[in-house]
């Protein structure tokens, strides 16, 4: 049995997970599919401290009360800086990370730095009354549709979760100073559908930081894969804890 901490992106809340995690837990695993700061049953707690460092410390602090070691710490989009220092803090409780379709950072990075496109939204939140917190990024035509999600049912599903992101989040800096953390094997998933204009992805160097080849994985489908393609993700995440 494995330990799956799956971590949401921004915007989003736990329940983005909730066609992927049954899955994981009918093969026998363990399931924790929190809400960070700010979002879901903890959305009373958002505000304009909340940031990266804040979701860090979620992550940390849960991996810590539940006593959980051999951990497959998966994070979406912009959770991919989450995971990344929160593994830094616990690299001995760490089995493996999963960037699933995620900024990837280098040490000192923010999310601008990962994905510079996310300046765009900062900007735009500084010339209004609340300069703190970013909305969701609004439905394009298909086939971006909402996340990538497309199908109308989904989509209105989606909507009922996304709630607004704090900008703080994009300007902190990820931690990855704990030489622990270079031995940690990582999975990169990459969702190859259809992508709005100005979204990059860093391309994955052919090593790991601890010198093995590094996992490269596709989705054929939009951004949010837990909620279009969660049986094909689930055996993704599966094979990370092999």
Known sequence: MSTYLLVHGAWHDGRCWDRTAPLLEAAGHRVFRPSLTGYGDKAHLFGPEVGLDTHVEDVVRLIKDEDLTDVVLVGHSYAGLVISSAANEVPERIAHLVYLDAMVPEHGETAVDAQPVTQRLIDAAASTDTPWRIPPLPELPPPFGLFGVTDPADQEWLRGMLSDHP?????????????????????????????????????VP?????????RVRELPTGHDCMITMPVELSELLLEASG
């Open 167 to 203: 900008v703080l989040c994009l300007r902190q800096p990820a931690r990855l100073d704990n030489p622990g953390l270079r031995e940690v094997p990582r999975t990169h998933v990459h969702c190859v559908g259809a992508a709005p204009e100005g979204i990059v992805r860093r391309p």
């Open 206 to 214: 052919a090593l790991q930081p601890n010198g093995t080849p590094s």
